[in-house]
């Protein structure tokens, strides 16, 4: 039996849930008025999520840090065996199937946390000078994002592969690292960018490259536009979404349930949507400010603040044809299981790493079996 002390309620952070929870209630009424099934699916995703929550909140963290190592390891070994024993789908090796249950699962989601708990792990124990980080600490880290970024790349899965790339080294850059190395980078990526782009990219992902450059959008991102603009100011009601209903606008309940909101509830609500995904990123990044020297929580907490912006960047620049069409999710939002349980992962750990900052004996979580 599990018995929590009443005091970690002074510690937890309720601005989370507060910012959250809306969020993932208006994701369900809509993907409940485009298809019941995926609905009742998506409450399985739930339940799923916030057992995962639950589970990285009580798990003590902090005493049981040295397991870092060996759980990023462990994903690395999984990204490989991708690879070897993968899954394919839709002309892509992502996924190993589980014997005996015909389930499969996504490494490279399970990559994320643990990405995120590796470079908090470093830089806990390697913690910047007054100058930043160096060229042989940054070359250390640069190893650790690097190394899951090409595996992911091979699969093919170009969109997360980048998304980790970015964050990891977002969070250098606010943790802090020599700015002579910065320069040296961003002219290096300037002067082999055409070389990437002819003998690294696949052919399909140089088409989403061409379909975005060129002067006319894709089917998808026209539908899309028409979705959005079609919605107006305030929206329409659930049986005049024609273009939801009617399958003009595709994957509406996933990767444009952008255009989907808008067209059922207009301008307002797709501004309503953005400012609480505005206010939870502006809420993790603030965190930061009373943590002081405590690395382990800000990587963390910036981690998940940098991952969130990304991907409801990218997710709305792409329904807007703003950005190449790639399988880039809202955050609680966009129907599907992986993403969803990863993100309540991420923040069961950061809430973890919030509530027992003060005490890190864990002595208020009492476990009797």
Excluded at 179 to 207: C, M, R
Excluded at 262 to 285: D, K, N, P, S, V
């Amino acid at each position: 039996m599990i018995r929590l002390d009443r005091r970690i309620l002074t510690h937890f952070d309720f601005v989370q849930p507060v910012l959250i929870l809306p969020i993932i209630i208006l994701s369900y009424i809509l993907v409940l008025e485009a298809n019941a099934i995926l609905a009742s699916k998506q409450i399985v995703y739930f339940a799923v999520g916030f057992l995962a929550f639950s589970f990285f909140f009580l798990l003590p963290i902090r005493k049981i840090e040295w397991v870092i190592p060996m759980f990023y390891w462990v994903c690395i070994a999984l990204l490989i065996s991708v690879d070897l024993f993968g899954v394919t789908k839709l002309g892509a090796k992502r996924w190993l199937e589980i014997p005996f249950v015909h389930f499969t699962v996504q490494p490279s989601e399970i990559m994320k946390p643990s990405f995120l708990l590796m470079l908090a792990y470093l830089i806990k124990h390697r913690p910047p000078d007054i100058n930043g980080y160096g060229l042989k600490d940054f070359i250390i880290f640069s190893f650790y994002i690097l190394l899951p970024t090409f595996l992911i790349m091979k699969e093919p899965d170009l969109g997360t592969a980048l998304i980790l790339l970015i964050v990891g080294y977002s969070i250098l850059f606010v943790i802090g690292v020599n700015k002579k190395i910065w320069i040296t980078i961003f002219v290096a990526i300037g002067i082999s960018a055409p070389l990437i782009y002819e003998n690294v990219l696949h052919d399909y992902q140089k088409k989403r490259i061409t379909d975005f450059l060129s002067e006319e959008s894709s089917y998808h991102v026209k539908q899309s536009i028409i979705a959005i603009g079609s919605g107006g100011l305030t929206g329409k009601p659930k049986d005049e979404a024609t273009q939801t209903h009617f399958k003009f606008l595709p994957i509406a309940t996933s990767d444009f349930i952008f255009a989907y909101t808008i067209e059922r509830f207009g301008f307002i609500g797709g501004f309503g949507l953005l400012g609480l995904y505005g206010l939870l990123i502006a809420h993790l990044l603030s965190l930061n400010y009373g943590l002081k020297d405590d690395y382990f929580t800000q990587v963390v907490t910036t981690g998940i603040g940098i991952l969130i912006f990304i991907y409801v960047s990218v997710n709305i620049m792409m329904t807007i044809g703003f950005a190449p069409v790639v399988g880039v999710p809202l955050p609680f939002y966009s129907y599907g299981g992986s993403s969803f349980v990863t993100f309540l992962s991420l923040f069961g750990i950061l809430q973890n790493l919030l509530t027992f900052k003060f005490d890190p004996t864990y002595r208020f979580v009492k476990i009797k079996f």
